[in-house]
């Protein structure tokens, strides 16, 4: 491993499969592919978007289900190795001090942070339109929901692992009520994880490529000692609708809303049958990714077609390869 990376620990219990013989793909696929099924609870129509984390020497996750109502929630789960999920049939409930905050209407897209001992969540919720819900917990059990950080619309709130300049540090991604159609990925500190603001423009969609349409932060980025390395996904508009693919940048370590690099190519893109065909075709849409600093193995939970969750595989050293030589 070249790149040293930091502040995370090492995960010998990783999930990983090698590269397959052959294959000179950045982004390899878990070969029992998808790792979460959508009826993998009684009244679930689809599992997908959804987040997992290490958690006391295990896996814990925060999973979008869309049920037979087609309601939109989120569901904790568990595993012994993060690909043999147990996901409660009950929703997720969180408690707030505040009953209209607290007022669940709706949520999905959830990704999960440690930062400093607790495990923070962060989601798609409705309060007037979409934008970031935020929650933490100390065990898994009990989740405390804190204001919304910012005002509608907005979503793909991602926290990154620890404080920047002093602060809680957060990506999101400024919308419309609908499918928007555009969207740059901004920078955003609060000391408090009430309120919020220094916002910065991080980066806007590339004109001619697989994410000309509109941007959004994917997985709780990545330190390294070369920057913070951020998956994210993007978004082109094709005759048959929208395509969401993945992609790797790197973002300076101290001032995150400048960007080092940015990967020309996708890293995963919609080509299997279950990435094209489903609710939803054609998206494949990362929310987390594991990664065991010893070896810089990372494996990146997606959800695919909008209906289950699937796994795929890298190495640290291999996105940062991709976006130092052949960056934007
Ligand atoms: C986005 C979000 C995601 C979804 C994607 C593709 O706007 O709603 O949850 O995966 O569209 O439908």
Redo the contacts with the bound molecule.
């Keep these: 491993m070249k790149v040293k990376i930091i502040g995370q620990a090492s995960l010998p219990n990783i999930p990983w499969q090698d590269r397959p013989a052959g294959s000179s793909e950045v982004c390899w696929r878990y070969s029992d592919n998808p790792v979460i099924r959508r009826d993998a609870l009684p009244n679930s129509n689809s599992i997908?978007?959804s987040a997992v984390i290490p958690f006391k020497g295990e896996f814990a996750g925060v999973f979008?289900v869309d049920n037979t109502v087609r309601e939109m929630k989120l569901h904790r789960g568990f595993s012994t190795d993060a690909i043999n999920w147990k996901i409660e049939p009950e929703p997720l409930t969180f408690q707030c001090d505040d009953a209209e905050i607290g007022n669940f209407v709706y949520g999905?897209?959830p990704r999960v942070v440690n930062i400093d001992g607790r495990y923070y969540v962060q989601w798609?919720n409705w309060y007037h339109g979409p934008t970031i819900g935020l929650a933490w917990s100390d065990d898994f059990q009990t989740f405390h929901q804190l204001e919304n950080a910012f005002l509608p619309f907005n979503?793909n709130g991602v926290l990154f692992p620890r404080k920047i300049n002093g602060n809680f540090a957060m990506l999101s991604r400024p919308?419309d009520s609908g499918?928007?159609p555009f969207g740059d990925i901004y920078y955003s500190e609060s000391p408090d994880l009430t309120y919020w603001g220094r916002h910065r423009h991080v980066m806007s969609p590339m004109g001619n490529s697989w994410q000309y349409l509109k941007i959004?932060g994917g997985p709780t980025p990545i330190e390294t000692a070369e920057g913070w390395l951020l998956i994210y996904h993007g978004?082109l508009l094709s005759c048959n609708g929208?395509v969401?693919s993945a992609g790797a940048a790197l973002l300076d370590r101290e001032q995150p809303w400048k960007v080092i690099g940015r990967a020309k190519p996708y890293i995963l893109n919609p080509r299997e049958y279950y990435e094209c065909v489903g609710?939803?075709q054609n998206?494949v849409?990362p929310c987390a990714a594991l990664c065991d600093a010893d070896t810089g193995r990372l494996a990146i939970y997606y959800?695919a077609a909008?209906t289950v969750v699937a796994l795929a595989f890298s190495y640290v050293d291999d996105l940062i390869d991709l976006i130092k030589t052949n960056s934007w």
Aim: glycine share 10%.
């Design positions: 997908f978007n979008r999905y897209d798609c979503r919308s499918h928007t959004g978004v929208y969401y609710d939803v998206v849409f959800g909008d």
